[in-house]
């Protein structure tokens, strides 16, 4: 078992801020395509900070044969914490808001981080998403073919009908980032997701949780979030219209209200 290192960039650092929110990117993705476009529409005394996962954008590899969502969740606390002490933030309450497998570790956090992190928000994810065969079938595609390999199929999934033809800049940014990850962690990550089922224990979570949906994602659906919503004590499911699984970067003026009311 090893924590992954991963790099925060500060997207927002007002003068006087009002509380800190830590933002986390989905597979295959970085920051610099997803959370920086959102964040030009969320709060302006919000001190905003964004880590990419590992071996994704700024973040180093990750080489874990038993990797863990768990371990992904320590990671981000790991790298948060002496990032608040740094710069004199650390009596601000903290927040958090993932994207796919990043609102997985916001699940994980909730459980095993509250100490740290005030509210979550859990967008386009799930508490298990998709099967475990599945995943093993991607780690071992990415493998032998690289995560090129992903990017037909991502575009696909990512994004609501015809966004694309519209914003067609806005694929080739994140198609790029994907085959720009690390195969070997990207992999590991698959294999880490196809384990992760946190379905049984999101009644043991006991601080504010938001679960946003996109209206056209088939990747983790509507019924995902409202199953989130239904089990966590305090959680409201939210369906994003006219997103599918890239909601804050196809979405984010619908996206940032519901993060700021959530994170107050």
Not at 79 to 94: F, H, K
Not at 140 to 161: C, E, I, N, Y
Not at 188 to 195: D, T
Not at 204 to 220: K, Q
Request: charged fraction near 20%.
């Amino acid at each position: 078992m090893s924590t992954p290192a991963l790099t925060l960039t500060t997207l927002r650092a007002p003068e006087a801020p009002a509380r800190v929110v830590v933002l986390l990117p989905g597979m295959g993705t970085d920051v610099a395509g997803t959370w920086a476009v959102a964040a030009r529409h969320m709060a302006s005394d919000s001190h905003l900070i964004a880590a990419d996962l590992p071996g994704h954008g700024v973040s180093p590899v990750w080489r874990e044969e038993q990797a863990t969502l768990d371990d992904l969740a320590r990671g981000v606390a790991e790298a948060v914490r002496p990032a608040l002490a740094e710069s004199g933030l650390e009596d601000l309450p903290v927040h958090f808001a993932g994207i796919s497998v990043g609102g997985s570790v916001a699940l994980q956090l909730a459980l095993d981080h509250s100490d740290l992190f005030d509210r979550v928000a859990v967008v386009c994810s799930a508490a298990k998403i998709g099967e475990s065969d599945a995943w093993t079938e991607r780690a071992a595609t990415v493998r032998s073919q690289g995560t090129s390999a992903m990017v037909d199929g991502s575009m696909q999934r990512w994004f609501a009908p015809e966004f694309l033809e519209v914003h067609p800049e806005v694929g080739e940014s994140l198609a790029a980032s994907l085959r720009a990850t690390d195969d070997e962690t990207y992999a590991s990550l698959c294999e880490a997701i196809g384990r992760f089922d946190l379905r049984a224990r999101l009644s043991e979570i006991r601080i504010p949780v938001l679960a946003l949906a996109g209206e056209h994602d088939a990747v983790t659906t509507v019924e995902d979030a409202r199953m989130i919503a239904e089990r966590v004590p305090q959680c409201t499911a939210v369906v994003i219209a006219g997103a599918s699984h890239q909601a804050p970067t196809e979405k984010p003026e619908d996206v940032a209200p519901l993060l700021d009311e959530l994170f107050g």
